[in-house]
């Protein structure tokens, strides 16, 4: 059963000068770096999505893996197979998480009844094997958004049972999460936006999406979950205008549904370009308004539109995402979820280590630089000197709630105040992170 991984031994830390592909180059689960393990600072988890259920298909083009899972059998036993065979890769690539959605683990029924009867019967088996292995579940999360049912959005469908039926989907994973020890829970907007404003009552649906995240809300304190509820910001795809479209968008619908504190964010590298902007911009912007939740690591491609969600493998576009992450107390609860795909081309089992190798190896060598960026204190101190004029007189006058526009404007005129303009040196600091790299 477990033998599709059979000719793949146990991955180990062999160090930079290894030619093994099959072994960690930079990746040291124990090495001490910035006062913890690398193991105990990343948190890395497999996804279940990419590695296990997705078949290889592209918009032009069927499965291209065949997997021993993925055959015509009994759809429950392909599951319990699939089951053995996560297990068996997480032990061997030792990342100490997973991450699942409900329809990756367990085959839809015929009605709501049998379709959580699967879905059990499966969670039933990964307890014993979370028993069985010390895999960690680092979230969970239902899939409302591949189903047909689902194709006018989950929770900001027109048609309330489609709500309700998110709602009976979300109430078991949650549950299940909690069961299985899972340190986050996850919602990940795909069908909550819309495709056209010419049949779409926006007002109505933002209403519905707060309702649902209240409801999530008070059936975690109702259950004891002591996790973090995560929102997922992606701008677009699959619909056109995407609710949680970035940091700052899910921060506002955050705080316009009075749910700050109570929901934090799951940010993704692939997504953040996709809006626009960039994973450190991303991250920072959530360190800043403390809601970093948790990540989703993965990477796309600047000559494709869409989300490649392949693995990342340059310490360069990590470099300041992990700076801010590391020089901020770490990733808490979260962790680094590997939400990356092979290409569909891929198709061997070693490729999916390969993949997993990689991230990991990209990783560890990114944090060792910040560790050298953060000892060394050149960019931090830049930044901190850039802005110490706000700890003199005038930063704290205009801070002083005394202080209003005309009197900071008679300020102007009495002192004479002319700013003169300051380089904000970026290819001196360009330079610098270059030596890192
Ligand atoms: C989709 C995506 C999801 C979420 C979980 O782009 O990132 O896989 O991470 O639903
Ligand atoms: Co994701």
């Not at 592909?21 to 279940?48: Q, V, W």
């Not at 990540?295 to 491609?301: A, E, M, S, T």
């Not at 992450?325 to 990733?331: K, R, T």
Request: aromatic share 12%; hydrophobic share 35%; charged share 25%.
């Amino acid at each position: 059963m477990q033998d599709y991984f059979k000719n793949i031994p146990e991955i180990k830390f062999e160090g930079e000068n290894s030619d093994n592909p099959l072994a960690f180059k930079f990746y040291d689960e124990n090495k001490t770096i910035l006062g913890k393990s690398m193991k105990e600072h990343f948190r890395f988890a497999t996804c279940y999505w990419h590695t296990f259920t997705w078949p290889g298909l592209d918009p032009f083009g069927g499965q291209t893996f065949e997997r021993p899972w993925m055959g015509n059998a009994d759809p429950i036993k392909m599951a319990e197979q699939k089951l053995n065979c996560a297990f068996d890769f997480f032990t061997k690539i030792k990342t100490p998480f997973f991450c699942f959605h409900d329809r990756d683990i367990a085959p839809e029924g015929s009605n709501y009844k049998e379709t959580q009867k699967n879905f059990m019967h499966i969670i039933d088996l990964m307890e014993y094997k979370i028993e069985e292995t010390g895999m960690k579940l680092l979230w969970g999360t239902a899939n409302a958004f591949s189903h047909k049912r689902y194709m006018s959005g989950a929770s900001t469908n027109p048609d309330p049972e489609v709500f309700a039926y998110k709602a009976a989907q979300v109430k078991d994973c949650m549950d299940a999460t909690l069961r299985l020890g899972g340190q986050n829970y996850v919602l990940w907007g795909g069908r909550e936006g819309y495709e056209t404003i010419l049949n779409t009552d926006m007002s109505k649906e933002m209403d519905n999406l707060k309702r649902f995240l209240e409801l999530v809300v008070n059936y975690k304190h109702k259950i004891g979950f002591k996790g973090q509820i995560l929102i997922e910001p992606k701008p677009h795809e699959p619909t056109k205008h995407q609710y949680d479209f970035d940091s700052a968008a899910c921060l506002a619908f955050i705080r316009k549904a009075g749910l700050e504190g109570e929901i934090k964010l799951n940010i993704e590298a692939n997504h953040a370009t996709l809006s626009g902007h960039n994973y450190e911009h991303e991250i920072a912007y959530a360190i800043a308004n403390d809601a970093l939740g948790s990540l989703d690591i993965n990477r796309g491609d600047t000559l494709i539109g869409w989300d490649t969600d392949q693995f990342p493998n340059n310490p360069a576009d990590l470099i300041m995402a992990f700076y801010f992450i590391f020089s901020n107390g770490g990733l808490g609860n979260g962790g680094l979820n590997f939400d990356a795909k092979i290409r569909r081309q891929s198709i061997d089992p070693e490729d999916l280590f390969y993949a997993h190798i990689g991230g990991m190896d990209v990783c560890a060598k990114t944090l060792v630089a910040v560790e050298k960026l953060i000892d060394d204190n050149v960019i931090p101190k830049f930044i901190k000197d850039r802005y110490s004029d706000w700890d003199g007189e005038l930063g704290k006058y205009i801070h002083n709630k005394d202080s209003s526009l005309d009197s900071i404007h008679q300020r102007v005129i009495d002192n004479d105040i002319d700013p003169k303009t300051r380089s904000g040196r970026q290819e001196y600091l360009e330079n610098i992170i270059n030596k890192y790299l």
